[in-house]
C-alpha cells in the first residue's frame, strides 16, 4: 500500500537533516574529478510545491535556518533553495542531486508510486534515469554500478514494519555485489509512546525501536566502515510521534563526519525545538 506523501513532510526538520548530509555526501565524491554513481531509491517527486510545504507550518524546520553560519553545505543548501523557491518550488531530494552532480555523473531515481513517477520522470528529464519499480529490486539490478565509486541513497516510508527487514536485506546484498559503496539509509526515531490526542492518554507506538534494531543489526552484518548519525528535533516525551531522525552511513567518504558534526550543530542551535541538544555522530565500525 503506497499511501504516503512525502509533500506533507518536505521541509521537516528529517529533511532538512537529510539533505545537508546528502550535500555533505555528494561534496566529497566531487572533490575528485572522477565519476560517480548515484542513486536515490525513494526519490519521490523531485520537487514540491511551496504551497503544500507551507500548510504544515509546525513541520516547517528550514524556515528556522537563518543562513548566517559560514558553512559550505549550508551555503550550497540556500543556493539551491532559492533557485527552486523563485519558482515557489521546494527541492526534494532528487533536486538537491541533480544540483551537486556534474556532467560526468551517473544518476539513477526510483519511486514506485504512480503519481510521484510521473512528476519525478518529467522533472528528471534528460539529466538522469529514472525507474519506476520496487526500490530493492532497482538496487539489486543496478548492483554493481558503472562507475565503481558512489552512493546509495535510501529513504523509504517506513509504513510497512517490514520495511527495516527489506533495507537490512537488501543493503547486504547489494554490498556483497559492491563491497565499497556508500550507502546513506535515512530512517525515523518513533516515540515510545504516544499521548492520544482524544483520550489524552499515553499509548505504544507500535514501530517504535525498530530504526534502532535495524542499525544495529546492519552494524553486525557489515564489515566495513559504519557511522550512525542521528538529529533529535524534541525531546521523547510523547508529544509527537517522530521526535527525530537518523542517517546510518556505510563506507563514508573519508572526512566526511567532521562536515556533518558541523551540521548537527547547526541544526541543534537553529532548527531544533526549546534548545534541545542530543544529536549524534557514532562510529559503528571504525574507519581505518
Ligand atoms: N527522498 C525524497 C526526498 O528526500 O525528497 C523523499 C522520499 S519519501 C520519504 C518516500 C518515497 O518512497 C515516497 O514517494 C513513496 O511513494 C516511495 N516508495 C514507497 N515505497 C516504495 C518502494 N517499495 N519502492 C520505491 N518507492 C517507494
Redesign the pocket.
Known amino acids: 500500500m503506497?499511501s504516503?506523501?512525502?509533500k506533507f513532510?518536505?521541509g521537516n526538520h528529517a529533511?532538512v537533516f537529510?539533505?545537508l548530509t546528502?550535500i555533505a555526501l555528494m561534496s566529497k565524491f566531487n572533490q575528485k574529478s572522477k565519476p560517480y554513481f548515484y542513486l536515490?531509491?525513494?526519490?519521490?517527486?523531485?520537487k514540491?510545491p511551496l504551497s503544500s510545504v507551507q500548510i504544515h507550518q509546525d513541520e516547517y524546520a528550514f524556515n528556522a535556518l537563518s543562513f548566517s553560519q559560514d558553512l559550505a553545505e549550508l551555503k550550497a543548501y540556500r543556493k539551491i533553495f532559492k533557485k527552486y523557491k523563485q519558482n515557489d518550488e521546494y527541492?526534494?531530494?532528487?533536486?538537491?542531486a541533480i544540483e551537486m552532480a556534474r556532467e560526468q555523473d551517473n544518476l539513477h531515481f526510483?519511486?514506485?508510486?504512480n503519481d510521484?513517477?510521473g512528476d519525478l520522470k518529467y522533472f528528471i528529464h534528460r539529466t538522469g534515469s529514472v525507474h519506476h519499480?520496487?526500490?530493492?529490486?532497482?538496487l539489486k539490478g543496478l548492483m554493481p554500478p558503472k562507475p565503481n565509486r558512489g552512493m546509495v541513497?535510501i529513504?523509504?516510508?517506513y509504513?510497512?514494519a517490514d520495511?527495516y527487514n527489506?533495507v537490512h536485506e537488501a543493503v547486504c546484498s547489494a554490498l556483497r555485489k559492491w563491497p565499497n559503496g556508500t550507502f546513506a539509509i535515512?530512517y525515523p526515531l518513533l516515540a515510545s509512546r504516544r499521548i492520544n490526542r482524544k483520550t489524552k492518554q499515553l499509548e505504544n507506538t507500535p514501530k517504535s525501536g525498530m530504526s534502532e534494531q535495524m542499525v544495529l543489526s546492519l552494524a553486525e552484518a557489515v564489515e566495513c566502515p559504519m557511522m550512525d548519525v542521528t538529529f533529535n528535533f524534541t525531546d521523547n516525551d510523547g508529544s509527537v510521534g517522530m521526535y527525530g531522525s537518523g542517517i546510518c552511513i556505510i563506507n563514508p567518504p573519508f572526512k566526511v563526519d567532521a562536515s556533518i558534526r558541523e551540521i548537527l550543530s547547526l541544526l541543534e542551535s537553529e532548527v531544533a525545538m526549546n534548545g534541545v541538544n542530543q544529536s549524534s555522530l557514532t562510529w559503528l565500525n571504525p574507519q581505518l
Open positions: 503506497l504516503y506523501q512525502h513532510h518536505a529533511d537529510k539533505h546528502l536515490d531509491t525513494h526519490a519521490g517527486e523531485g514540491y527541492p526534494g531530494s532528487p533536486a538537491f526510483n519511486e514506485l508510486a510521484a513517477f519499480r520496487n526500490a530493492f529490486e532497482v541513497l529513504d523509504p516510508p509504513e510497512d520495511e527489506q535515512w
